[in-house]
C-alpha cells in the first residue's frame, strides 16, 4: 500500500504532481468541501503532509494526524507552521531552501524597476487609448531612476543576498539589516532599521516573519521618506498594512512593490487604485523553473522521511 499524503496546496507542474501520484497516494484536501469530515476519516492514516509557505499547516490539524512523519513546506517560509510543536513530536519539517532563491530576487528587482519607472501605470496608459488622447510628453509624470539608488535590504539570507548582487549591478549602494552582522559579506551593515530606513532610496523586505510582524511600520516609513519605495517581496505581515496605507495616501513615502499581503488574496481596496504602487499576487517564487526545482526537493524530503532518515532539509529535527 502507498503511503497517503496529505497535500494543502495545489502544485503546478504535471510532471511534479505525476511523481507523486506514482509514489503516494495524494490526499488533496484543497478539493474537499468538508475538510474536518475529509481529515476525520483519512487523518489517522496520513503519514506526510504537502504544504506553501503562506499556507503552513495548524497545530489543530497536525493533532489531527497521529502518524504524521513529515511536513514537506513546499516554500521557503515556515512561518506558519508551528515548528516547536513539529519538534515536540519529532516530525521534520522542511523547506525548499535555494530552490527559488534566483527567481523571487529577479521579482524583487522587477518591482523596484517598475515601482520606479512607472512601468505599469504607463502600461495601462498605453492599454486605455490615453497616449493618442493625450501624445504630449507631460502627460505622463517623468519617472524616477533606479540605478544607482541607496538600496536597503531588510533580512539578508539567500535572497537578501541575490537581490544585493543584482541591485549592486545597477550601480547601487548596499545597506542591510539582519539579527547580526555577516562576516563574509561587503555590504554596510546596520542594527537599526530605523537608520537603515532612513539611508535607503529603496527598502527591500527579505526576512522570515516568524518573529519579525510589524516591523515597518509609520516610524519606519516615515524614515524612509517621501523620495523612498518599499518593495516586499517576503511577507505580508512584516508590514504593518494600515500605515502603509497611510504613508502612501499621504505621500509619507514615494511608492511601493508589493508581492505580498497580510490577509491574501485580499489586498487593501485604498491600494487598487493608486498609481504609486505596482501590485503582484505572490508570485515570486512562481516560475516553472522554481516550482519544478521546489517539486523536487518535497520528494526527496517525503522520501526521507518514510524511509526513516533524517530529511536533509529539516528545520526540526
Ligand atoms: C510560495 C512562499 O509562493 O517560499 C515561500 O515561503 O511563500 C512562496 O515561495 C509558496 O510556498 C508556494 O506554495
Same mark, same amino acid.
Given at each position: 500500500?502507498?503511503?497517503?499524503?496529505?497535500?494543502?496546496?495545489?502544485?503546478?507542474v504535471?510532471?511534479?504532481?505525476?511523481?507523486?501520484d506514482?509514489?503516494?497516494?495524494?490526499?488533496?484536501?484543497?478539493?474537499?468541501?468538508?475538510?474536518?469530515?475529509?481529515?476525520?476519516?483519512?487523518?489517522?492514516?496520513?503519514?506526510? /503532509?504537502i504544504?506553501?509557505?503562506?499556507?503552513?499547516?495548524?497545530?489543530?490539524?497536525?493533532?489531527?494526524l497521529?502518524?504524521?512523519?513529515?511536513?514537506?513546506?513546499?516554500?521557503?517560509?515556515?512561518?506558519?507552521?508551528?515548528?516547536?510543536?513539529?519538534?515536540?513530536?519529532?516530525?521534520p519539517?522542511?523547506?525548499?531552501f535555494?530552490?527559488?532563491?534566483?527567481?523571487?530576487?529577479?521579482?524583487?528587482?522587477?518591482?523596484?524597476?517598475?515601482?520606479?519607472?512607472?512601468?505599469?501605470? /504607463?502600461?495601462r496608459?498605453?492599454?486605455?487609448g490615453?497616449?493618442?488622447?493625450?501624445?504630449?510628453?507631460?502627460?505622463?509624470?517623468?519617472?524616477?531612476?533606479?540605478?544607482?539608488?541607496?538600496?536597503?535590504?531588510?533580512?539578508?539570507?539567500?535572497?537578501?543576498?541575490?537581490?544585493a548582487?543584482?541591485a549592486?549591478?545597477?550601480?547601487?549602494?548596499?545597506?542591510?539589516?539582519?539579527?547580526?552582522?555577516?562576516?563574509?559579506?561587503?555590504?554596510?551593515?546596520?542594527?537599526?532599521?530605523?537608520?537603515?530606513?532612513?539611508?535607503?532610496?529603496?527598502?527591500?523586505?527579505?526576512?522570515?516573519?516568524?518573529?519579525?510582524?510589524?516591523?515597518?511600520?509609520?516610524?519606519?516609513?516615515?524614515?524612509?521618506g517621501?523620495?523612498?519605495?518599499?518593495?516586499?517581496?517576503?511577507?505580508?505581515?512584516? /508590514?504593518?498594512?494600515?500605515?502603509?496605507?497611510?504613508?502612501?495616501?499621504?505621500?509619507?513615502?514615494?511608492?511601493?512593490?508589493?508581492?505580498?499581503?497580510?490577509?491574501?488574496?485580499?489586498?487593501?481596496?485604498?491600494?487598487?487604485?493608486?498609481?504609486?504602487?505596482?501590485?503582484?499576487?505572490?508570485?515570486?517564487?512562481?516560475?516553472?523553473?522554481?516550482?519544478?526545482?521546489?517539486?523536487?526537493?518535497?520528494?526527496?524530503?517525503?522520501?526521507?522521511?518514510?524511509?526513516?532518515?533524517?530529511?536533509?532539509?529539516?528545520?526540526?529535527?
Open positions: 500500500m502507498k503511503p497517503e499524503i496529505l497535500q494543502l496546496n495545489p502544485i503546478l504535471p510532471s511534479i504532481n505525476d511523481r507523486f506514482a509514489l503516494y497516494t495524494m490526499r488533496r484536501y484543497f478539493e474537499q468541501d468538508d475538510k474536518e469530515a475529509y481529515i476525520r476519516e483519512i487523518g489517522p492514516r496520513i503519514r506526510g /503532509v504544504t506553501g509557505g503562506h499556507t503552513g499547516i495548524s497545530r489543530a490539524l497536525m493533532a489531527q497521529p502518524a504524521l512523519a513529515i511536513v514537506a513546506v513546499n516554500g521557503v517560509g515556515t512561518d506558519a507552521v508551528d515548528l516547536s510543536y513539529a519538534r515536540e513530536r519529532g516530525i519539517v522542511t523547506g525548499t535555494g530552490a527559488l532563491t534566483e527567481d523571487v530576487a529577479d521579482m524583487a528587482l522587477g518591482l523596484m524597476l517598475a515601482v520606479c519607472r512607472n512601468l505599469c501605470t /504607463v502600461d496608459f498605453v492599454r486605455d490615453m497616449w493618442v488622447k493625450h501624445p504630449q510628453p507631460g502627460a505622463i509624470p517623468l519617472a524616477r531612476r533606479f540605478s544607482g539608488m541607496r538600496v536597503g535590504i531588510v533580512g539578508m539570507g539567500r535572497v537578501g543576498r541575490a537581490v548582487a543584482r549592486a549591478a545597477f550601480g547601487c549602494a548596499i545597506a542591510y539589516t539582519d539579527l547580526a552582522y555577516i562576516d563574509s559579506l561587503p555590504w554596510q551593515f546596520t542594527g537599526n532599521l530605523e537608520q537603515l530606513a532612513e539611508d535607503s532610496d529603496m527598502l527591500v523586505l527579505c526576512a522570515a516573519a516568524d518573529k519579525a510582524e510589524g516591523i515597518v511600520n509609520a516610524r519606519i516609513l516615515q524614515a524612509l517621501s523620495d523612498g519605495y518599499l518593495v516586499n517581496i517576503a511577507r505580508g505581515r512584516l /508590514v504593518d498594512e494600515t500605515d502603509l496605507v497611510h504613508a502612501l495616501q499621504t505621500g509619507m513615502i514615494a511608492g511601493a512593490g508589493l508581492d505580498v499581503f497580510v490577509d491574501e488574496p485580499h489586498v487593501p481596496a485604498a491600494l487598487l487604485n493608486m498609481d504609486r504602487v505596482v501590485l503582484q499576487a505572490h508570485r515570486a517564487s512562481a516560475t516553472v523553473e522554481s516550482r519544478t526545482a521546489m517539486g523536487e526537493m518535497v520528494l526527496d524530503s517525503l522520501a526521507d522521511a518514510l524511509a526513516g532518515r533524517r530529511p536533509e532539509n529539516s528545520l526540526t529535527t
